[in-house]
Structure formats: structure tokens, C-alpha cells
């Protein structure tokens, strides 16, 4: 497991060897997840053949770039070692505001838009790899509390509830930001929902939302995939009436939902 300013990352161990693989998974989770949470993902992956790299952002990587693009550098590192055994596809799954903590950046890293410490011929060999992208309960509308919101509402129904210091920390800090950086919050997530749409290119794109999540409200999922199907983008589009937020996809896979 390697930590990083902006969060941690590491190749899940029930996954495939590295080398043997039929396609690695980057699975970009919620703020303050943790392994136990994302196991069933891993199994799903790993039952097909796949490599599950996993990155938990942390709550300062929602507000500041620079501890984003940090953690974005390490993923990116990983998978070009990856890749340099053995060519295989990729696919970039975001849960949760995982595509504001670290997804975003590693794509506007790829597209050269901002400077990490890889090789260009690095970043196109990442690039060129991604063959789709998946949105579980995302992407979320960044506004100034959303880290706060995160961690008020578990994302997970089997999560553990939020430690007092924790909920003290998020609200502290989404306080901090909305009153000396409102503008600098604004940008970002203009900045946050320009690059995904830029991704529409990286192959077809999967979401899952539900009309009951309201972290993740559905109309906003659903005019993103609007968008991107008007950008050309192949796009698979799974909603549901009460299912909660993150939704479990081997739960829906063992009902018959998928």
C-alpha cells in the first residue's frame, strides 16, 4: 500500500498477478472508504480475470489540487509498470466523489493539462489502454460542502458511521473553503465537470444511479449522460427507484438486476 499526500493506493491482493492479467480496474472510492468496502468490487473484477488497482482519496484531495494530483501521479505510475509487463486494457470505475478526489486529475494528467513527474510516452501508453470508464452513484455535483455531506451520510449501507473527529473535521474544513475560497471552489468544479467531459473519448462509459440517492441526485447523471451521448459517447445508462448510494453491483448481479 503506498499512502500519498492526497490519499493511498494499492494493487487489491485478490486480484490477478501482475503480469497475468486480462485488464486492470482503477476503482477511484468514496472519501474514507475502506478495504472491507470495496472487497465485493475487487471479487466482481477479480472473478473475471482483472487487476484491481484501488485509490481511497481523502478529504483534502476534494479541495486541493495539488494533494489530488499527487495522488493521481501515484496511480498513474503504477499503471505504467503495469502496463510495461504486459499490455492489457484498462478501466477507470469512480464511486462516489472518487472522480473529484483523484479520476479527474489523472485524466487532465493524461491529456497533458497538468504536469506530473511521468514521460509523455508514458502518459500516452496509460491512455491509449483506457478502454471505458464506469460511474457508480456519480459523478457527484462538487459544491463547497460536499465533503461534509460524504461523510454525514454513509456511502455504503454496511459502512461503520462516521467518528465524531471525522464529522468535525469535514465540517471544519467545508466551512473554511466556502468562506475564504468560494471562487476557487467554483472554478474547480467547472474546472471537475469540463475534463469529464473531455474523457468522452476514453471508450464507453457505464453509470449506475438511483432516484432515492441524494448525494448524487439522478437529473444530474442523467444530463451527464445526455451530454455525453451528444459528444458521440457510447453510454449504458442502469437507474433504479430506492437503491442507496454506492450501489452494490454484485448484489444487483446476484438478484438478476444486471
Known amino acids: ?16 498477478p501482475p503480469g497475468q492479467a486480462r485488464g486492470v480496474a482503477v476503482l477511484f472510492a468514496w472519501v474514507w472508504s ?58 477507470l470505475a469512480s464511486f462516489s466523489g472518487g472522480s473529484k478526489g483523484c479520476m479527474y486529475k489523472v485524466i487532465q494528467l493524461l491529456d497533458g493539462i497538468c504536469e506530473g513527474d511521468a514521460i509523455m510516452k508514458d502518459y500516452r501508453l496509460v491512455r491509449n489502454c483506457i478502454c471505458g470508464q464506469i460511474y457508480d452513484s456519480s459523478p457527484v455535483d462538487f459544491v463547497s460542502d460536499v465533503g461534509a455531506q460524504f461523510v454525514q ?22 466551512s473554511v473553503m466556502d468562506t475564504l475560497f ?7 468544479r ?19 444511479c438511483s432516484e432515492a440517492d441524494n448525494l448524487a441526485p439522478c437529473y444530474i447523471i442523467c444530463g451527464f449522460a445526455r451530454r455525453l451521448i451528444e459528444l458521440g459517447t457510447e453510454v449504458k445508462l442502469m437507474k433504479w427507484n430506492s437503491s442507496q448510494h454506492v450501489i452494490t453491483i454484485h448484489m444487483k448481479l446476484n438478484t438478476g438486476q444486471l
Open 190 to 208: 467547472a474546472e471537475y465537470w469540463h475534463t469529464l467531459y473531455s474523457a468522452a473519448g476514453l471508450g464507453p462509459v457505464l453509470l449506475f
Open 153 to 174: 451520510k454513509p456511502a455504503d449501507g454496511n459502512s461503520s458511521q462516521p467518528t465524531i473527529l471525522h464529522s468535525w473535521m469535514a465540517k471544519a474544513l467545508a
Open 182 to 188: 468560494p471562487s476557487r471552489i467554483e472554478a474547480q
Open 34 to 91: 475502506d478495504e472491507t468496502q470495496l472487497r465485493p468490487f475487487v471479487e466482481l473484477y477479480s472473478s473475471l480475470g482483472w487487476r484491481c488497482l484501488v485509490c481511497h482519496p481523502d478529504l483534502v484531495a476534494l479541495y486541493l489540487s495539488e494533494k489530488a494530483i499527487s495522488l493521481a501521479t501515484g496511480v498513474i505510475n503504477e499503471l505504467v509498470k503495469e502496463l510495461k509487463i504486459k499490455i492489457v486494457p484498462i478501466v
Open 1 to 16: 500500500m503506498w499512502p500519498g499526500c492526497g490519499g493511498r493506493f494499492y494493487w487489491a491482493p485478490e486480484s490477478a
